[in-house]
């Protein structure tokens, strides 16, 4: 586009005269089969460690730290272990994961992000106190406090692909024994029969319609979903419901107030829709969010350069083509092996612009 031109010290590329532009879109096929070699590779080596109870991540579980004299191995953090058995501990008492989160905060002690932060030199984040019910249940399903090494929970479908699929706990790698256990075997136990007792589905196995659309005009917190016997669904502040009033204020709205202010915004948005229908739809879309439209373009980016390739793989499959079979510059085993990776790329490709 610019008009620069490419010479190469060795003098095999120059592309003011089309010398070896050829060589270049064959060199970068085989480099791309290099990388997915290699990605199969790193793999293997990868699953080895899982399948041996060799640690894959990096980072360590809240309450250990990394080995100081054994590569890949786990010991105790003498800060945060003895935080991970009082959790187990308290919810062993009462199973109030909400009180726990009060005494932790009352007790002034870091939840693990703040305390990586302050590991990482990081500047401190406000509110270093607030543990979430979230991060309670993660510690408290976290099968390494019991000396296990657990890997496997995830895995990538392709080395292209950045997104991280989820795998069924029966299908994990599990080694016991493998460092010093924070919790024993049968509190651990105890403690899972206890969180699945507690799972209680809805009765219309629905998802509240305000889900994850509420927030306090205070404190800027989530408002959660209460529904007591026999009374209609109210909203209520997550932060006065966890630390009181020293956090926020306590107040509320019914689901059937909300209805009403939700409805009467609607009436009246859908009659300024009706009556000034350009306007409407002119301001509707200059209020489309940046992030959208840029996420829109990248898109549409990728869909012209998937769609380039896939018809530059039929040129270069007919080149391959004229290659083994005119100037006999390959092999028929070379040109067999580049026509199965054309087509697989193209594959790829193709599936790439359908998604899109």
Not at 7 to 35: F, H, P, R, S, W
Not at 98 to 104: G, Q, Y
Not at 143 to 150: F, H, K, M, N, S
Not at 248 to 277: G, M, N
Request: proline fraction near 4%; charge should be neutral.
């Amino acid at each position: 586009e610019y008009g620069v031109q490419l010479l190469t010290a060795d003098d095999m590329i120059n592309t003011a005269t089309g010398q070896g532009t050829d060589l270049v879109l064959v060199m970068n096929m085989v480099n791309e089969m290099l990388v997915s070699q290699t990605s199969r590779k790193l793999h293997a080596v990868i699953d080895y460690k899982k399948e041996h109870g060799e640690r894959t991540g990096t980072i360590p579980p809240y309450g250990y730290m990394k080995d100081p004299e054994r590569k890949g191995h786990l010991v105790p953090d003498p800060e945060t272990s003895g935080v991970v058995q009082l959790i187990y501990r308290e919810f062993l008492i009462d199973q109030n994961s909400h009180r726990i989160m009060r005494l932790l905060h009352d007790r002034q002690i870091m939840c693990p992000g703040a305390y990586a932060d302050q590991k990482r030199g990081k500047p401190p984040r406000p509110h270093p106190y607030d543990w979430s019910a979230e991060t309670i249940r993660d510690i408290l399903h976290n099968r390494e406090y019991t000396g296990a090494t657990v890997s496997g929970k995830t895995y990538k479908p392709s080395y292209k692909s950045k997104k991280q699929v989820d795998v069924p706990p029966e299908k994990w790698y599990v080694t016991e024994g493998t460092h010093e256990a924070l919790i024993d075997a049968d509190s651990f136990n105890t403690v899972q029969k206890i969180m699945e007792g507690r799972v209680r589905p809805q009765a219309d196995h629905g998802v509240d319609k305000y889900a994850h659309l509420l927030t306090c005009a205070d404190c800027g917190k989530s408002l959660f979903a209460k529904r007591p016997k026999k009374k209609q669904t109210s909203y209520y502040c997550w932060s006065y419901r966890h630390y009181g009033s020293m956090r926020c204020t306590p107040h509320s709205i019914s689901q059937k107030a909300l209805d009403t202010i939700v409805l009467t915004v609607l009436r009246q948005v859908t009659a300024e829709a009706r009556d000034h229908e350009q306007d409407f739809v002119d301001a509707a879309l200059s209020a489309l969010d940046e992030t959208d439209r840029q996420s829109a373009k990248r898109m549409e980016a990728d869909l012209r350069k998937y769609r380039a390739r896939a018809a530059e793989i039929d040129t270069l499959t007919a080149r391959a083509f004229e290659e083994y079979a005119v100037r006999r510059t390959l092999t028929e085993d070379q040109f067999r092996a580049l026509s199965a990776a054309y087509e697989r790329e193209k594959t790829d490709c193709q599936t790439a612009v359908d998604r899109l």
